[in-house]
């Protein structure tokens, strides 16, 4: 990647070094080794509110330390130092039979043939060289599926997996990141406890990229690198779920808040690809994630554990407890009448094509097919440059399929790409009428007749895509939305756009229907 340093070089002598990892100002998996004991001073009850909080965070940060794994490369063995090995980065497993996502660029080693290996095992050892054979790539999305054989998770009960998270953080909100790495990477061996990274950092922003391949969404978190952590995972504070994979250091200079005092620093920040690319894999290949068979199990069982447990156990039921009400409002009412529409799954927004003078819409009818994957996409209306960034980023959702009477069912939606003019005061309408989308049409999804640009709030400096998930009705009334990606100053004016806007109700067998519509509203910063 041009912007990302992410250096790559195919020989033995810098393949430990051409990654690149976090500089951590604190101790692995502690506080500053200067720090002071936050709870000295306090009442004693306040100490065990306290102590129960930092069992839980130790808890949470050893999860994501066991499910860390090295990507290696053997290259001899000998009695007293194990495996020497060459270094090329980080991985993570994503659930109990042995998959790992990590980012392709470290298996550049691999493309004309050979198995990478993972350096597994606890920190006091022993530490195993395990096959890991490359099971998918997206070399366009820098992301990778490998899969251990024979899978350790089978056998060593301190080894863990990490779920993955399907919601978009928004900035300020807290992460963490980890990654092993080996003490001499130059002269790296099996026997040596690796050194563990660990830091927490916060979001300071969303943007897109493109080196040869597809265009990638990166988030941007506040901290510097140093070689070593590319393909890492970037995890939620809050939920102990992967929201990112590291995959370098963001180049150009980002200006941050800093300090109570309202100070502002300059750094080059954490680049992490969004979880997003890997789970459009994994879907593909029909890989379990982010669930565990017996996730809600555990928490009704650990339910009357003392309340430092219950602490500790608090992100896991926060997460069994989005997966039980997971089902969005606009599903619930359609399951009256026997019929559940799809519903985003995990998607990404667009960047606003720079090329573009004035806005401009992008509606397209697809099919949802029983994997939750887009097929039969038709254009209904659009032209480049907006249609060619739609179609792209189209390619990677996933959705919950359809139900009828419980059952899985294909279903179509309609989808719409709103690109409001980036102009105060605007330059051209605001307001557009359209024909009735393939009125012709036995099967379609709900579409727009008749859209308003939402107004860009006059305070406000944010850009990017705020995502709705609708429902309209046999009626074609806008009956529900439900917010799939939020930016805080512009949600609110999108919804209340999006409220205004007159739709054409979806068909099945040339009969109108409830129908499931995805709206993205792209904005640029507006110019005078």
């Known amino acids: 990647m041009k912007s990302l340093r992410s250096t790559w070089a195919p020989s033995a002598a810098v393949f430990a070094a051409f990654i690149l990892c976090f500089s951590f100002a604190t101790s692995a998996f502690g506080r500053n080794a200067g720090d002071s004991d936050p709870g000295a001073a306090l009442p004693e009850a306040t100490n065990s509110a306290i102590g129960a909080n930092a069992n839980a965070a130790d808890q949470a940060d050893a999860a994501i330390k066991s499910a860390l794994c090295q990507v290696v490369y053997p290259l001899d063995e000998t009695p007293e130092n194990g495996y020497r090995y060459m270094f090329f980065g980080n991985g993570f497993f994503i659930n109990d039979q042995g998959y790992i996502v990590t980012a392709a660029h470290l298996l550049g080693y691999f493309r004309n043939g050979g198995i990478p290996y993972i350096l597994v095992g606890p920190e006091e050892g022993p530490r195993r060289m395990v096959e890991a054979p490359i099971v998918a790539v997206d070399w366009d999305h820098d992301?990778?599926?490998?899969?251990?054989?024979?899978?350790?998770?089978?056998?060593?009960?301190?080894?863990?997996?990490l779920r993955i998270s399907t919601e978009t953080l928004v900035k300020g909100n807290g992460v963490v990141s980890a990654s092993l790495r080996p003490p001499d990477t130059e002269n790296?061996?099996?026997?040596?406890?690796?050194?563990?990274?660990?830091?927490?950092?916060?979001?300071?922003?969303?943007?897109?990229?493109?080196?040869?391949?597809?265009?990638?969404?990166?988030?941007?978190?506040?901290?510097?690198?140093?070689?070593?952590?590319?393909?890492?995972?970037?995890?939620?504070?809050?939920?102990?779920?992967?929201?990112?994979?590291?995959?370098?250091?963001?180049?150009?200079?980002?200006?941050?808040?800093?300090?109570?005092?309202?100070?502002?620093?300059?750094?080059?920040?954490?680049?992490?690809?969004?979880?997003?690319?890997?789970?459009?894999?994994?879907?593909?290949?029909?890989?379990?994630?982010?669930?565990?068979?017996?996730?809600?199990?555990?928490?009704?069982?650990?339910?009357?554990?003392?309340?430092?447990?219950?602490?500790?156990?608090?992100?896991?039921?926060?997460?069994?407890?989005?997966?039980?009400?997971?089902?969005?409002?606009?599903?619930?009412?359609?399951?009256?009448?026997?019929?559940?529409?799809?519903?985003?799954?995990?998607?990404?927004?667009?960047?606003?094509?720079?090329?573009?003078?004035?806005?401009?819409?992008?509606?397209?009818d697809a099919l949802v097919d029983a994997d939750g994957k887009l097929s039969d996409v038709r254009v209904v209306n659009g032209d480049d440059p907006f249609l060619a960034v739609a179609l792209e980023a189209v390619r990677t959702w996933s959705f919950s399929p359809a139900r009828a009477d419980g059952r899985v069912v294909e279903g179509r939606i309609g989808i719409v790409f709103h690109f409001p003019q980036s102009y105060i005061p605007a330059i051209v309408a605001r307001e557009h009428t359209y024909t009735e989308p393939l009125a012709d049409a036995a099967e379609r999804g709900a579409l727009p007749v008749y859209t308003i640009e939402p107004v860009y709030p006059i305070n406000s400096i944010a850009e990017g895509s705020v995502i709705l998930d609708g429902l309209v009705d046999a009626q074609g009334q806008l009956k529900s939305t439900t917010v799939v990606r939020d930016i805080d100053s512009l949600t609110g004016p999108t919804e209340a756009g999006v409220a205004q806007w007159k739709f054409v109700p979806g068909k099945q067998a040339g009969a109108k229907t409830d129908s499931a519509v995805v709206v993205v509203v792209t904005y640029r910063r507006p110019t005078e």
């Open 188 to 364: 790296a061996h099996s026997s040596l406890a690796p050194l563990e990274d660990f830091s927490r950092a916060q979001v300071i922003d969303y943007l897109f990229y493109r080196d040869k391949g597809e265009q990638s969404e990166l988030l941007l978190f506040n901290q510097d690198v140093v070689p070593g952590q590319s393909g890492s995972p970037l995890v939620s504070a809050e939920t102990n779920e992967v929201v990112g994979i590291v995959v370098g250091k963001w180049l150009h200079p980002t200006v941050i808040p800093s300090g109570a005092n309202g100070g502002h620093m300059t750094m080059a920040p954490g680049a992490a690809l969004r979880i997003h690319y890997a789970i459009s894999l994994l879907d593909q290949l029909h890989v379990t994630w982010n669930s565990s068979t017996n996730a809600v199990a555990q928490v009704a069982a650990q339910a009357t554990t003392t309340a430092a447990t219950r602490a500790a156990i608090q992100p896991v039921a926060q997460v069994a407890a989005r997966l039980v009400a997971a089902v969005p409002a606009q599903q619930a009412q359609a399951q009256q009448q026997g019929y559940v529409p799809p519903a985003p799954l995990s998607v990404v927004g667009v960047p606003y094509p720079p090329q573009a003078l004035f806005g401009g819409n992008v509606f397209l």
């Open 143 to 161: 992301v990778a599926v490998l899969k251990a054989e024979p899978n350790p998770l089978l056998t060593d009960k301190k080894i863990g997996y």
